[in-house]
T-cell receptor
Framework: DQQVKQNSPSLSVQEGRISILNCDYT??????FLWYKKYPAEGPTFLIS?????DKNEDGRFTVFLNKSAKHLSLHIVPSQPGDSAVYFC?????????????FGKGTMLLVSP | NAGVTQTPKFRVLKTGQSMTLLCAQD?????MYWYRQDPGMGLRLIHY???????AKGEVPDGYNVSRLKKQNFLLGLESAAPSQTSVYFC???????????????FGQGTRLTVV
């Protein structure tokens, strides 16, 4: 049972345009959500996060939106740059679980073309 | 600051062989994790540890064992490797802050394991 779903395996965007990556979750206990970026042959690196008490968090070109009623979050990258080309993983954790393990989605490969 | 370091980076094993993957972190993190990444499957948790001397099973623990004898090290063992264990393995660590669950994980660079 996949608790965190990224239904788009890939996304292609032109440089300067907006990239929107989507993530859905099924576990209502999740209360903290993160996005990770992964380049080939490297480990994932933390990008941005959002707590369930918020519906938006912004960091430079990156904004994450959370819609709790729909159990949906999205990552917006504006403007997109070729260096943003990577695999993006959505992850979630449940505070009440007592430990901070992360449940990951399958990832979305973003390709930003010049 | 090295962060999370995994050893080795690459390894080829024959079916039935054993090996140990080493993860070391220098951030004094309490929590450490082993994930595997397979095509189309994302990152799946194998085992994790919430502190020195403790370990627990994750989503896909079968065929693996772990040990956390020192806070900074987390070892992943394969007793009898199988082709199904061909994967990229990632170690990660997190720092739990009192009163606020900090789930930002720091990952190592990965170990690419092939079992033939």
């Amino acid at each position: 049972d996949q608790q965190v779903k990224q239904n788009s395996p890939s996304l292609s965007v032109q440089e300067g345009r907006i990239s929107i990556l989507n993530c859905d979750y099924t576990n209502s206990m999740f209360d903290y959500f993160l996005w990770y970026k992964k380049y080939p042959a490297e480990g994932p690196t933390f990008l941005i996060s959002i707590s369930s008490i918020k519906d938006k968090n912004e960091d430079g070109r990156f904004t994450v939106f959370l819609n709790k009623s729909a159990k949906h979050l999205s990552l917006h990258i504006v403007p997109s740059q070729p260096g943003d080309s990577a695999v993006y993983f959505c992850a979630a954790s449940a505070r009440d679980s007592g430990y901070s393990t992360l449940t990951f989605g399958k990832g979305t490969m973003l390709l930003v073309s010049p | 600051n090295a962060g999370v370091t995994q050893t080795p980076k690459f390894r080829v094993l024959k079916t039935g062989q054993s090996m140990t993957l080493l993860c070391a972190q220098d951030m004094n993190h309490e929590y450490m994790y082993w994930y595997r990444q397979d095509p189309g499957m994302g990152l799946r948790l194998i085992h994790y540890s919430v502190g020195e001397g403790t370990t627990a099973k994750g989503e896909v623990p079968d065929g693996y064992n772990v040990s956390r004898l020192k806070k900074q090290n987390f070892l992943l063992g394969l007793e009898s490797a199988a082709p199904s264990q061909t994967s990229v393995y990632f170690c990660a660590s997190t720092f739990r802050r009192a009163g606020n669950l900090d789930t930002e994980a720091f990952f190592g660079q990965g170990t690419r394991l092939t079992v033939v």
